[in-house]
């Protein structure tokens, strides 16, 4: 009798669990803003504006963003000359990972300044470690969160996000949180591999098209000023504050 009063006790929790969690995703599809639907592996079952979200590449994947090989592959260089950064400048690196665009950046603002922004700690501590063995000063590692990236209103000119955008899990209030971040005058970088393009070796799921970033970029209030087109397999499209957005 006691074993099947434990097991009703058990079945009873896993009901409130799947109650609440329905409850929750009911909430979210109701506003319009989230669909949730189970439809690639690699992704998490949420849905925003026509699109399945990726999962995040967790920090066990830190060798693969410092590969050799990368440069090669997504031309770096290339990519650090489109931010056009000035020696003052204030840039925010959102989903720095190791810091590998993070120390090119800092490099190129000796008198300005580089916030690299992550929501795992494993990833910062790495970050800090390359800063205490000497590297570059001038940048300061902030854990984000999944709908903020904590930095104060109107403090960066410039923004990038590399291949991380489509793995956001809360893409409008994520956007919302790096747009308030956003100097008047200031450019948003958007790096990510081109779902147009069949040949670019990455799984579908984490490429974007051009249409799609310009949607999800319009719903937030900012336009596109232009794609570079310029990286092997990445779109490197900029953004700035639509000033007739309502």
Known sequence: MKYHLKVIKFLTLICIIILFNSCGSQTSETSGIY??????????????MGREIASVM????????ERPERESEENVSTLIKNLNIDSKDIV???????????????????????????IQEEMLSEISSKI????LKNIAPILGTETNINL?????????LVDVYHEFKYPYEMMESIKKALRPNGKIFI????AEDPSVPIKKIHKMTEKQVVKEMKAI???LEVNMENLPWQHCLI???DENFK
């Not at 669909?35 to 925003?48: A, M």
């Not at 104060?152 to 990038?160: F, G």
């Not at 790096?191 to 081109?194: G, L, M, Q």
Request: glycine share 14%; net charge positive; aromatic share 18%.
């Open 191 to 194: 790096v990510e591999y081109r």
């Open 92 to 118: 925010a690196d959102i989903g720095a990972g190791s810091g590998y665009h993070t120390f090119r950046m800092a490099l190129k603002a000796p008198k300005g300044f580089i916030y690299a922004i992550d």
């Open 132 to 135: 205490n063995k000497g590297y």
């Open 221 to 223: 209030g900012l336009k």
């Open 239 to 241: 953004f700035k504050i």
């Open 152 to 160: 104060a209103e109107n403090s960066v000119d410039k923004i990038l």
């Open 35 to 48: 669909t949730y639907q189970i439809k690639d592996y690699n992704g998490i079952g949420k849905w925003y």
């Open 58 to 65: 967790g920090f066990e994947g830190m060798e693969w963003l």
